[in-house]
């Protein structure tokens, strides 16, 4: 009996033990049980339960879900909220008297349908109605852009009114830590403290230490808050150029974790900002230098055909790399990861009445009517109908002959070479065709969703009805537009 007693204590101990200890999970998916010991913005100390063993772990080392849980528990510093305080304002572009443009980024004070007035800081604008001549835009921007320190602060001291309680005070140390105005931040950390500490004494406790170590590295502090204003600004070589700084002037310091964290988030805001523009820049570039080549009265349809396939790719990168300041190697890596923005918007091209030039199959390729088609030709005809269709194509070819030897063709059934097409036809239908021939054939865009249109002349026949030259017969002869394809073809791709 007594031995069943002395292993139900020892099992109720552990169990106890069990139920006290923390669970994290390392990025490699592994589970940890035991106690965190200590921390700081290198490394998390824990100690394992059972064996004992203590491990120091990097906070890349955490799972990302763990790391930030963690973080808040002992209160250290997010920097992805560091410098990035974000208000609403409104954007407004106006028209001085003498035609300057002005434009104005602010929070709106008052409008009366004749004057807006918008307050940035301490500039106070008053901008006439009938002189804006863009927006009034909503748009978000850094705090540190529209109000002074004292004017944020002011602003959240009306809002939380912490008076005499604690944890309002620590309430509002939170939002002053997240603007990083923290001398005013530990002193209400410290007013929380003397009222008692409200729910979470030991958070505040852990908080005002980090505040410390930030005052007491304050010029390590200012820099990393400049690189994290100049990120939201968009600055991006301003801000890289203040990690270089840092990184050089302060290899071992305290702040190093924070460092490393705000230059990831630097790396991946710039990734995304070029991602965008690159995706922008290069349909412009695509645009206008098929533009110029449709409007070029020297280049022939084989030369613009070639061009639109082989060159105009290694334009596009060129161009942006020397207006962006990257490698074409660079250009080429953010092109490829636009699918990463969210929202991206396909676009749309067309052969036009120059599709015939792909030719049958080429205008119907993984098209509805081409897979339709495609499976119908499995399917038995009608007893005659192949012979019939053969004797119909045999009469078009002899009349064509005919009237070509008799050099009385009609005009209206002539068919157009390629080059022919291409010096008749419009310089829209001619960029509209070398867009699409790039998108299909160039091998920077992703096809989608191709389409056919009937062809108008045909009504999707591939034939029109016109009189022979001898006994007014009325025969069938190859349209003309579509040259029998019976379709044009539509491009989506992005």
Known sequence: MKRILAVLVIFLFFLQATLRAETIRLRTGAFLVGKVERVDENVLVFRRAGNGGVLELKWNELSSFDAKRLREKWSLLNPESAGGV?????????????????????????????????????HVYRVPVEAIREGPQNVQVPAEDLLTPDQYYQRKLEEIQPGEDADKNAKLADELIRVEDFQRAREHLLKALELGGGKQPDLIKARVKRVEILLKNKEQADILRRISVLRNRKLFSKAKKLVEEFAKRFPNSPLRAEFEKRKDLLEKARR???IRRVTTDWFEIMTSELKKVAMSKEM???EAQSFAEEKLGEVIRDKIAKKRGLDPAEVDALFKARKEIHGLRSRKASYGTGSFILGKEGVIKDTAVGKRLSKSKGKKRAPGANKAQKELQKRIQQYLRRMQRQ????????????????????????????????AEHGGDLELMHPETRDCP???????????????????RLPCPVCHGTRFFRVLRFR
């Open 457 to 475: 002349e045909c009504g999707a026949n591939g034939f029109i009805e016109g009189q022979a030259a001898e006994g007014g017969r009325t025969v």
């Open 300 to 302: 022939g349809f084989a």
């Open 86 to 122: 974000q208000l609403p304002a409104l954007r407004v572009v106006f028209q001085r008297p003498g035609g300057i443009r002005t434009e104005v980024i602010g929070e709106l004070v008052s409008n009366d349908g004749k004057t807006m007035v918008l307050r940035q800081k301490t």
């Open 407 to 438: 050099g009385r063709g009609q005009q209206k059934s002539a068919l157009q070479s390629p080059e022919e097409w291409w010096k008749s036809t419009t310089s829209v239908r001619r960029q509209q065709w070398l867009i699409a021939y790039y």
């Open 272 to 274: 995304r900002y070029l």
